[in-house]
């Protein structure tokens, strides 16, 4: 017969206890399985700083290159810069199953859909119009292709539900935005300064944030 009193179900269950390491798990989960997103808007920064920088001094004579010259390195460097992210994804992804990953794989692949539409229009454009100024052309170009990064981190906002993305897509409309306004040379301009600064200030904020998860998890 067992003598030893029945345990008391409410000592043994502390609620505040149990949803502490839940969240525990959770952002220790997040953090294995996650890439630094820090990490790729600091690389995106530096990408941004370096091709739009290259296209700005050789449009107003501060490096000496030709136009085409600059436009192939950035291009390079753009080429570089989207193989890194694509591989800290597909690292991420090869980690994650069910729901999550698929909408993480289809985010990835429509990012490569819209840069490959990009790239074609590019081509057609410039073909449709071969006298225009190349100033001008690659103004409308790069218009087209922040568009396409400003609605693709909007719609990442939606599926991963992060308003620090939905926020720098509003800000890179605004920027667009500003620079169709502004002209073709002085789009150059704002997006050799201000594309940098808005990556810095978005990997500055995950940074921070993935800091704070960290101390919570421990």
Not at 37 to 46: E, G, S
Not at 109 to 131: K, Y
Request: proline content about 4%; some cysteine; overall charge positive.
């Amino acid at each position: 017969m067992n003598t030893n009193p029945a345990p008391d179900s409410h000592q043994q269950l502390d609620p505040r206890a149990a949803l502490a390491a839940i969240n525990q798990t959770a952002a220790v989960t997040r953090a294995s399985i996650e890439p630094n997103v820090a990490l790729i808007y600091f690389v995106w920064a530096l990408t941004y700083l370096a091709g739009y920088g290259l296209l700005h001094g050789a449009t107003f004579g501060w490096i000496p290159l030709a136009y085409t010259t600059a436009l192939v390195l950035g291009g390079i460097i753009l080429l570089a810069a989207v193989a890194y992210t694509a591989v800290l994804g597909i690292r991420s992804g090869s980690q994650v199953r069910g729901d999550s990953k698929f909408a993480g794989m289809a985010y990835g692949m429509s990012w490569m859909g819209g840069f490959a539409t990009v790239a074609v229009f590019s081509i057609a454009f410039a073909r449709l119009m071969p006298d225009s100024a190349q100033l001008a052309t690659g103004w409308l170009i790069n218009a087209v292709a922040i568009l396409v990064v400003s609605l693709m981190y909007m719609a990442g906002a939606a599926i991963f539900q992060d308003r620090d993305m939905f926020i720098l897509g509003v800000c890179f409309t605004a920027l667009n935005v500003a620079g169709l306004v502004a002209g073709p040379g002085t789009f150059i301009s704002i997006f050799a300064i201000g594309g940098p600064v808005l990556f810095i200030a978005a990997g500055l904020l995950a940074l921070a944030r993935r800091r704070a998860s960290s101390r919570a998890a421990k």
